[in-house]
């Protein structure tokens, strides 16, 4: 049996005794009838409830959707309205402030009953609905930055190699100022970023075989001409609504510069030739001097 709250505002007293009767044998719990929407407007701040069924006519300065107004700036408590006509004119009014539903005077209880039940299921689905789209909204915000504060260059490209998204550090590493200009001046990768295009040709060749790829290296031009070595990790996605009129797969992954280690490679390299050189010469001279 439900043990919601509900508030009724009628100024009528008999019957907003009928009304409390009603609901309370309905499982219930009500709050002692108001008349007025003054009263309401003082109640319901310390004491909350999960329903209001007030008429749109009241004593007092306030009518019905007036005080209905009022109380939708600080709470959003679901509202039924009671009202002795079914074309009165107050109804179009009443409709600014959205109520959950309308019961007209004389209440049969079985129309009550289903009324009340309605608006308190509908009330719970919109405050879960309310909830969900919250913490999604908490959850792209997390998403977003994390994106844009990631130490990884993070991207989204289509297959043929045109960027749909990547993060400031992306932008970065391509020697861009910020994402949308990557996005602009990198439509063909494979043309605008890869030294040698058949890299990326082989790049998409693994990922179509196997699904994703790791430690893919190869060298790349920044914006700027200069070349850098990048090594990324990719997978095959689906693309979402976001990525617009592309619903063939989509390469999401993230990219790493790694021109500073392949520069300490080669300079490594170097220095191990100049040694073996070096230890050859000086064989040779030791043999020639044994020689002698």
Not at 66 to 72: G, K, L, Q
Not at 100 to 119: C, F, Q
Not at 132 to 145: C, F, K, Q, T, V
Not at 267 to 275: H, V, W
């Amino acid at each position: 049996m439900s043990k919601a709250t509900i508030l009724i505002v009628e100024d009528d007293a008999i019957l907003a005794m009928y009304l409390q009767e009603i609901i309370s044998l309905m499982g219930y719990t009500v709050a002692k009838p108001l008349a007025t929407g003054e009263e309401a407007l003082a109640f319901l701040p310390d004491n909350p409830v999960d329903l209001v069924l007030m008429d749109i006519e009241l004593a007092g300065k306030l009518n019905g959707i007036e005080t209905a107004e009022s109380i939708s700036r600080t709470s959003n408590v679901p509202i039924i309205f009671l009202t002795g006509y079914s074309h009165d004119p107050l109804l179009e009014q009443a409709k600014i402030a959205a109520p959950y539903g309308y019961l007209i005077k004389p209440v049969p209880e079985r129309e009550l009953a289903a009324t009340l039940s309605m608006a308190l299921h509908r009330y719970a689905l919109d405050k879960q609905l309310k909830e969900s789209r919250i913490a999604l909204a908490h959850s792209e915000a997390r998403y977003r930055n994390l994106f844009e504060n990631s130490p990884l260059g993070i991207f989204r490209t289509t297959l043929d190699g045109m960027p749909l998204a990547v993060n400031t550090e992306m932008a970065r590493i391509v020697g861009c100022a910020t994402p949308e200009e990557a996005i602009a001046d990198f439509r063909d990768l494979a043309k605008n970023l890869y030294v040698n295009p058949e890299r990326r040709q082989e790049f998409i060749r693994q990922l179509q075989e196997k699904g994703f790829v790791q430690h893919f290296v190869y060298e790349g031009r920044k914006k700027t001409g200069e070349t850098i070595w990048i090594s990324m990790n990719a997978r095959l996605s689906e693309a979402d609504e976001g990525d617009g009129k592309h619903h063939e797969p989509v390469i999401d992954g993230f990219a790493f510069d790694i021109t500073e280690n392949k520069r300490a490679e080669q300079a490594l390299r170097e220095s191990e030739e100049q040694f073996r050189s070096l230890a050859e010469s000086s064989r040779d001279y030791i043999m020639r001097y044994d020689r002698a």
